[in-house]
C-alpha cells in the first residue's frame, strides 16, 4: 500500500502523462496524532500553541536517492528533530509529509503511521533518527 494521499497520487499520474507539470517545492515533517482518513490527507496535527511545536522542512539532501534500500522507497539519511516540547504534544501516531511550512495548511502528500505511537510530554524532543522515516509508492 502507498504511503502517498490522494492529491499526491493525482498529481504524479497527471505529471507522468503530462495532462500536468508538478513540482511541490520545499517539503516540511508534521506531527499527527490522529488520521481520520489518510487518503483524503485528514489528520489532527499537534498543536503549535504553546508547544514550540513546528513542522520541520524536509530538503532533497535529507533523502537517500529512491530504491538505495528498496525498490520503490525512499528514506532519510539525517535526523530530523523537532523544537524541544514546552507543553504537552500528546500522542503522536503518525508523521506528515506536506507542502506548507504553515501550521495546519497546504496538502498532506505523505501519511505514514509510526512503528509505535509517542507520548511526547514537557521536556521531550521528537527526532526522526537516519533511516528510520522511509516512504514508499510500493
Do not use: C
Not at 498543536?47 to 532533497?60: D, H, K, M, N
Not at 496538502?107 to 514508499?136: H, M, P, Q, R, W
Request: glycine share 8%; net charge negative; charged share 10%.
Amino acid at each position: 500500500m502507498s504511503d502517498a494521499t490522494n492529491y499526491l497520487e493525482n498529481k504524479m499520474l497527471d505529471h507522468l502523462v503530462g495532462n500536468a507539470t508538478y513540482t511541490p517545492g520545499t517539503l516540511y515533517l508534521a506531527l499527527a496524532t490522529a488520521v481520520s482518513d489518510a487518503e483524503a490527507g485528514t489528520f489532527t496535527e499537534v498543536s503549535e500553541t504553546g508547544t514550540a511545536y513546528a513542522r520541520q522542512s524536509l530538503a532533497a539532501a535529507n533523502w537517500d536517492a529512491a530504491g538505495t534500500t528498496t525498490d520503490g522507497t525512499v528514506e532519510i539519511n539525517t535526523n530530523i528533530q523537532f523544537p524541544t516540547a514546552t507543553a504537552n504534544y500528546g500522542t503522536v501516531t503518525h508523521a506528515v509529509i506536506t507542502d506548507s511550512a504553515t501550521y495546519g495548511g497546504g496538502n498532506a502528500l505523505i501519511i505514514k503511521s509510526l512503528t509505535s505511537s509517542k507520548t511526547i510530554e514537557t521536556g521531550d524532543t521528537a527526532v526522526f533518527n537516519s533511516s528510520n522515516l522511509s516512504i514508499s509508492l510500493a
